[in-house]
């Protein structure tokens, strides 16, 4: 029996759901089928919410949520 032939008599054992992710995990197998389009920067995604976050506000984050943080670990 070819891998074929395995794959398929399995598929027909499963219910139709079950069915229908194996169809899509299929699908996501296929070359060409990865992201269509490209990412946008999250920069662009937030630019209508009016947030300005600077370089500074990040490092003072970072200090604020890291400082009691133990540096020695012996």
């Known amino acids: 029996m070819t891998v ?41 995604l937030w630019a209508d919410l009016g947030v300005d976050i600077t370089e500074e506000d990040i490092a003072q984050a970072r200090r604020e949520m890291w400082g009691n943080f133990p540096r020695d670990i012996s």
């Open 4 to 44: 074929e032939e395995k794959v398929l008599q399995t598929l027909r054992e499963l219910p139709p759901e079950k069915q229908k992710q194996v169809l899509g995990y299929a699908e996501s197998l296929k070359p060409g089928n990865g992201p269509k389009r490209p990412r946008r920067s999250l920069e662009g």
